[in-house]
Each structure stands twice: as C-alpha cells, then as structure tokens.
C-alpha cells in the first residue's frame, strides 16, 4: 500500500465513529496521519480532537504535534491541555511545546498544569512556560520548588531564577523564603543572595526552631555568615537540641572552624555519629583548647568510633602539631580501615608542612615512602604527605627503579621533579 492509500485509510478511519466502529483504530489511524500526513490533513486530526474516548483524543494531540502546523493545533491543544484524562494532557501539552504556540490560552493551560497530580505534567508545564518567556503563576512556580521529584523542583528554580529580576518573582521567593513550607522554603533560602540575610533576619531565626530539618539546614547555613553575638548564641542554643545529623554537622563545622569553644561538649556527643561524627572531630581540631586536644586523642584511639571521625580525628590532630602527634599517627597508616590510614596520611601531611622536629623527619620519611612503595592507597594522597620532606629523597631515588608499579615510579619521579630547582 502506497503512502496515498494509506493516508486515505487513516482518514476513513478517523471519521467512523458508528455503532460499531473500533476506536483503537481511530487512534492509530491518528497517529500514522500524524507520521505521513500533509499539512493540509491537520484539519481532520483537529476534529478528532473531540473524540468521545480518551485514547483517540490523546492520538489526535500526538499527530498534531508531530505533523506541525499551529495553526492546526493552536485553536484545541489548550482545551485537551484541560482534559480530564491525564495521557490526553500530556500528549497535547508536549504538542503545544514542540509546535511553539504562543498566546493568552496557551500561558493559562500551561499555568493551570503547574499542579497537576501527574509529575511528568507538571514539568511539561514549566518547559512551556520557560518556552513562552513568561512566567505563569508565579505562586504555584514557588510551591512547586517544594516538590519531591528533582525535575521538577530543579525546572521551577530554573524558570523563577529567570525572570528574578522581575517584582512580583522576587516578591513571591522572599515571601516562600519567610512563610514556606518544607523543602520548598529551604530552595528559596538558597535562590536569595546573601545580601537579603539582614532583612529575613527575623524569620530567619524563628527558622532554627522550623519542623523541617531541609529548613533548619539552609536556615544555619545563611545565619553561619553573620558574626553578630546575638546569631551566634542563638546557633549555639539550635546545637544543643538538634538531632538531625546533617543539620548537626553543618552547625558543628560552621562554629568549629570559628572557634566557638562553647560547642566542644556538643561536638564530644556528636563524636559517635556516622554522619556528624567526621565535623565533630574537625570541630574539636579547629577550637584547638587542651581539653578539645583530648578528645580527640581518645576518639583517634577508640577502635569503636566510626571511621570517618577518627580519620577526621587524624587530620585534626595532625594539624595541631603538638609533641605526641607523630607518634599517634605513624601506627595508623598500617590501620586495617582504608578510611583511618587516609586520616593518617593527611594528618601526617600536616604536620610536614607546618613543620617537623628534627628528631621525627626520618621516621616520617621512612614510613611515608614505605606507604607509598606498598600501594596500598591512593598514591597522589602520600605525595602530597610526603612533598618538601628532603629526608625521603633516597628512598624516592630508589623507587625510581624498585618500584612494583608505573603510578608509584612516576610519583617518586614527581616528587623528585618538584625537589629541584628551576
């Protein structure tokens, strides 16, 4: 059958709408005129546009789309778009897409899908606004950054960050950033510049207490910037009840790195955490005090904690440098735990480039090139350890020819290179 034959079929199909009439036929008579139809056979399909079944209807909307003619398509897409079946809205609005229709009914069918129960709708309806270049309903764009699917939520923060500038846009994000709720309050905190933090003070503050751990989270994380005392004892007070670990971590990295001593017997109770315990650790590092040395001494040699602190621990300890700190890193680099012997490594590097006693080069030297000859880690982490450490440069030479693999050759030729003088 030629392609005239079949064209001819699909259109005697389309119109047998009988008693009898079989409307499985009449939807892939619609799509195949959709698929090898002209221009002039769009009429046809836009009749059957109001097809008693849904299936056909949605038909009609594929081959509108695909045969390409607006004119066509324009005057039925936006009330299929509202059609109480959802394949049907989601055909016609993907045709509306692809045929680039513009125009007052379009916006308001694309806008009324922005809270369509069908995900897959309601990114079409945010595709086909960004398309148009307008906005649409701007508060149900804001909710909508509240949404659990990421293609959503990400295509609404796309089509809000475009038209920013725009009064009622930047309105409606300051208001879900002050009023929201949930993750769509948190995406908004994160939209805004830094430079809005000093006017959502107010609400900013009430957020630490918010049900939302998304929220608290992005709310630490704007107030973590301001130096003032009063933010600062307020974030100190959200540590101490918090029980999210992510929150937690974010607080405990956020003062630690500031000094805040107030938070050390709160960063010693998240220690245990598998989430929080590694910003604990390096909490603890960065306050620095004799009693916070401590702590991390224990939690370094406690075999029960989570990996990811002691090899935080590791670090923490390294970069304090005080006189035991070699000698409780060097056995660790033999530790059965991966993460441990990477805390050590870095813990060690630390304290290479803040500095060796003369009396703990060589045993650093010695064992950092044996970590680096086993391969038993990751080589560019022990060169970094081991860069500007004169003492290992012999037994670097004899890499150059002994050693068991390329990587760890040209790591020892890297180390040497970088010894040299220009």
């Not at 079989?22 to 221009?39: N, V, Y």
């Not at 056979?41 to 109001?50: R, Y």
């Not at 994160?190 to 608290?216: I, Q």
Request: hydrophobic share 45%.
């Amino acid at each position: 059958m030629g392609t005239e034959q079949q064209i001819a079929h699909f259109l005697r199909e389309l119109t047998d709408v009988g008693p009898h009439a079989d409307p499985e036929r009449r939807a892939a008579s619609a799509k195949g005129l959709g698929r090898i139809g002209r221009p002039e056979h769009a009429g046809a399909l836009a009749e059957a546009a109001g097809d008693p079944v849904p299936a056909v209807r949605a038909a009609a909307a594929l081959g509108l789309g695909r045969l390409g003619v607006p004119a066509a398509g324009g005057p039925v897409l936006p009330g299929l778009m509202r059609d109480t079946d959802p394949w049907v809205r989601r055909r016609a609005s993907v045709a509306a897409i692809r045929l680039e229709l513009t125009g007052r009914t379009v916006t308001e069918a694309f806008a009324g899908l922005l809270d369509d129960p069908d995900h897959h709708l309601r990114i079409n309806a945010l595709v086909g606004l960004y398309a148009l270049g307008v906005t649409g309903d701007v508060a149900a764009s804001a909710r909508l950054l509240g949404d659990p699917q990421g293609a959503v939520w990400g295509r609404a923060r796309m089509l809000l960050y475009r038209f920013r500038d725009d009064p009622v846009v930047r309105a409606e994000v300051i208001r879900t950033a002050r009023e929201g709720e949930g993750a769509a309050r948190a995406r908004a905190l994160e939209m805004l510049p830094k430079h809005c933090t000093k006017r959502l003070l107010d609400s900013l503050l009430t957020g630490l207490r918010a049900p939302s751990s998304e929220v608290r989270y992005a709310v630490a994380r704007r107030l973590l910037d301001l130096a003032r005392p009063p933010v600062r004892d307020a974030l100190v007070e959200t540590l101490r009840t918090e029980r999210d670990p992510r929150v937690a971590g974010l607080l405990l990295s956020g003062l630690g790195w500031r000094g805040e001593r107030r938070v050390t017997d709160l960063a010693v109770r998240w220690l245990e955490d598998p989430g929080a315990g590694r910003w604990a650790a390096a909490a603890l590092g960065h306050i620095g005090t004799r009693t916070a040395g401590e702590h991390l001494r224990r939690a370094l040699a406690d075999e029960a904690m989570p990996g990811a602190t002691r090899a935080a621990a590791a670090v923490a300890v390294g970069r304090a440098g005080r006189w035991d700190a070699v000698w409780l890193l060097l056995p660790l680099l033999d530790h059965p735990e991966a993460e441990i012997r990477a805390g050590a490594v870095d813990g060690l590097g630390e304290v290479v480039h803040d500095g060796l006693r003369f009396w703990e080069r060589r045993p650093v030297a010695d064992a950092l090139t044996a970590h680096l000859a086993s391969g038993r880690d990751a080589t560019w982490r022990t060169c970094n350890a081991l860069a500007g450490l004169d003492e290992a440069l012999p037994a670097l030479r004899r890499l150059t020819d002994e050693a068991s693999s390329d990587e760890i050759r040209a790591a020892a030729l890297w180390l040497l290179d970088a010894d040299e003088p220009d």
